[in-house]
């Protein structure tokens, strides 16, 4: 699982994806297409699939919860 704050490098480009597992509350993003800002992601109704890094580091945090992080590598 992600740590509450997880910074990735070097993304830019790239497809990013965050599952809950099953949830994670708080959620926010910064470099990201479509951001979240403290949003809730719960895994049987909302996960943010198939955002793509806008910037050359992304960072995530959520507050609680559990966060699986997915990047491409194209």
Known sequence: FAEKTTMLNDVEGKMISLYPFPKAQKVKSLGLQWE???????????????????????????????????????
Do not use: P
């Open 36 to 74: 979240l800002d403290a949003e809730d992601l719960d895994l049987s109704s909302r996960i943010g699939i198939r955002n793509r890094a806008l910037q050359h580091v992304v960072c995530i945090e959520y507050q609680s919860g559990e966060l699986l992080i997915f990047q491409s590598h194209n």
